[in-house]
C-alpha cells in the first residue's frame, strides 16, 4: 500500500517536474545514495511476468497493463501532452520509485511507525469518504414532487430582492444581546455591527449586504431575511453554518413569479441537496448516539491549553517522485 501510495504522488511529481532540461536527476540524497541503492540491491528471487513488458529491471518489470493503469492516474490534459521522452522520463521515475521502495524496506523503514501511523491515517479517510458518498447517493425527485415544492415556496421563485444588513457573531448568547440591543435602540445596528461583526467586509459597511435575489444566500439565512416586508425589520436570532445572525430590512423591490419550468431543475437539486444533508445529519446523530459519545468539556479546555509545539522534522515526510529541476 505504501509503495503505490509513493508511487502515485511521486509519479505526478516527475510529470509536474519533467519538463526541465537535463537528465532525470538524482533522487533526494545525492548521486552516492543512488550508488548505494545500486551497489546493494535487496535480493529478490526472479517472478514470471505475465503480459507485455514494456521495461525490465533488477527484481522487477513493468507490464503494459500497469503502466496503463498508472497513465489513467494522470489528469488528461497531462497524458495528451506528454512526447516520447516524457513518457520515458514516467516509466523511468516508476522504476525508481519502486527501487526506493525496496531499498527503504531493505533498510526497515516499512517498520517505522511514523509511517504506519499515516497508513492508519489515509485508510481511515478513503473508508470513511467512501461511507460518505453512499450517503449522498440519493435517489433524484420526482416532477410530482418538484411540483408540490414549487406550489409550497413560491415566494422563493421570483425576482423579487431585497438589500439586508446583518451582524454576524460566533455565539447564539451573543446574538441575543446583540437584538436585544437593537430592538431598545434600532438606531444602532449600524455602530454595533463595525463594533461586533465577524463578516469583516460588510461589518465595514455597518453590516450593508446591497442588493440580493433568491439563491444568492444560505437557505437559513434567505428565508429569514425575504419574510421581512417593510424597512426597519429586524429578524429574530438566525443560525447558520457560519454562526448567529441578525438581520434588519433596509429596502424590498418586488418582483415577477418565475414560472416552474423556469426552476424545475433547480428546485430538484435543492430536494436532493436537502435529503442527503437530512439523511447524513441523522445518519451522524444514530452513530453518536449509539456510541454512547460523552464529551468532558473541562479536560478538553485543559488538553487544548496545553498542547505541545511539534518538534522539528515532524509531519508528513514528501515522497521523492524521481525528478527536478
Do not use: W
Not at 246 to 258: A, D, F, H, S
Amino acid at each position: 500500500m505504501l509503495g503505490r501510495l509513493s508511487l502515485c504522488i511521486g509519479l505526478v511529481l516527475g510529470l509536474i517536474l519533467g519538463g526541465c532540461e537535463g537528465s532525470t536527476p538524482a533522487p533526494q540524497g545525492g548521486p552516492q545514495a543512488v550508488a548505494t541503492a545500486v551497489a546493494e540491491p535487496a535480493a529478490a528471487e526472479e517472478e514470471e511476468v505475465v503480459g507485455e513488458v514494456v521495461a525490465r529491471y533488477e527484481g522487477g518489470a513493468l507490464t503494459a497493463e500497469e503502466l496503463t493503469v498508472e497513465l489513467q492516474r494522470l489528469p488528461r490534459r497531462s497524458r495528451q501532452l506528454m512526447n516520447g521522452e516524457g513518457r520515458a522520463r514516467f516509466v523511468e521515475n516508476h522504476v525508481l520509485n519502486e527501487l526506493l521502495f525496496e531499498e527503504g524496506k531493505r533498510r526497515g523503514l516499512a517498520d517505522d511507525p511514523e509511517i504506519a501511523r499515516q497508513i492508519a491515517d489515509m485508510e481511515k479517510r478513503l473508508v470513511v469518504q467512501k461511507l460518505v458518498r453512499e450517503l449522498q447517493d440519493a435517489p433524484t425527485p420526482t416532477d410530482e414532487e418538484v411540483a408540490d415544492y414549487y406550489e409550497k415556496n413560491r415566494d422563493r421563485y421570483s425576482t423579487t430582492t431585497i438589500r439586508a444588513r446583518h451582524i454576524l457573531v460566533r455565539d447564539e448568547k451573543t446574538a441575543k444581546e446583540i437584538h436585544d440591543k437593537l430592538v431598545a435602540d434600532p438606531k444602532s445596528f449600524e455602530a454595533l455591527a463595525k463594533e461586533s461583526s465577524v463578516d469583516t467586509a460588510s461589518a465595514r459597511k455597518g453590516g450593508d449586504l446591497g442588493f440580493f435575489g433568491h439563491g444568492r444566500m444560505v437557505p437559513e439565512f434567505e428565508e429569514a431575511a425575504f419574510v421581512l416586508k417593510k424597512p426597519g425589520d429586524l429578524s429574530d436570532v438566525v443560525k447558520t453554518q457560519y454562526g448567529f445572525h441578525v438581520i434588519r430590512l433596509e429596502e424590498r423591490r418586488e418582483g415577477e413569479q418565475k414560472p416552474i419550468d423556469q426552476v424545475r431543475e433547480q428546485i430538484r437539486a435543492t430536494l436532493r441537496h436537502q435529503t442527503i444533508q437530512d439523511r447524513t445529519q441523522d445518519y451522524y446523530e444514530d452513530l453518536k448516539k449509539r456510541a454512547n459519545l460523552q464529551i468532558d468539556e473541562v479536560k478538553l479546555e485543559e488538553v487544548a491549553k496545553n498542547v505541545p509545539e511539534p518538534s522539528p522534522g515532524v509531519g508528513v515526510v514528501p515522497v521523492h517522485g524521481g525528478a527536478g529541476h
